[in-house]
């Protein structure tokens, strides 16, 4: 069992920047693929970020070039550094995690993920 808890949240102009942290316990997450997500209200959880124990990245087109995902192994987290903020990101923002999978692809997938946290909320004013 893993469990996750996200941190970082907040108000933030657009533009601005946010860092979200996701801690994660109960077992290390080095072989674990990791991933964020968000849903904005009225609306469903859509991918933003994941990445593989291989470090690979996979990004939603919407926050490519402007987010990154990175984790460290040793300190057991994931984070996501969110920069040039819009209105249109604001969502709750949750992390996750699997350990068996069949292809990167379907990292992109919330179906893919065995574990999540609570969430976080990201509110962009304009």
């Known amino acids: 069992q893993v469990q996750l808890v996200e941190s970082g949240g907040g108000l933030v102009q657009a533009g601005g920047s946010l860092r979200l942290s996701c801690a994660a316990s109960?077992?290390?997450?080095?072989?674990?693929?990791m991933g964020w997500f968000r849903q904005a209200p009225g609306k469903e959880r859509e991918f933003v970020a994941a990445m593989s124990p291989s470090f690979s990245t996979y990004y939603a087109d919407s926050v490519k070039g402007r987010f990154t995902i990175s984790r460290d192994n040793a300190k057991n987290t994931v984070t996501l550094q969110m920069n040039s903020l819009k209105p249109e990101d604001t969502a709750v923002y949750s992390c996750?995690?699997?350990?068996?999978?069949?292809?990167?692809?379907?990292?992109?997938?919330?179906?893919?993920?065995?574990?999540w946290g609570q969430g976080t909320q990201v509110t962009v004013s304009s």
């Open positions: 996750a995690a699997v350990r068996v999978y069949n292809s990167d692809y379907l990292l992109r997938s919330s179906a893919a993920y065995d574990y």
């Open positions: 109960g077992r290390a997450i080095s072989d674990h693929a």
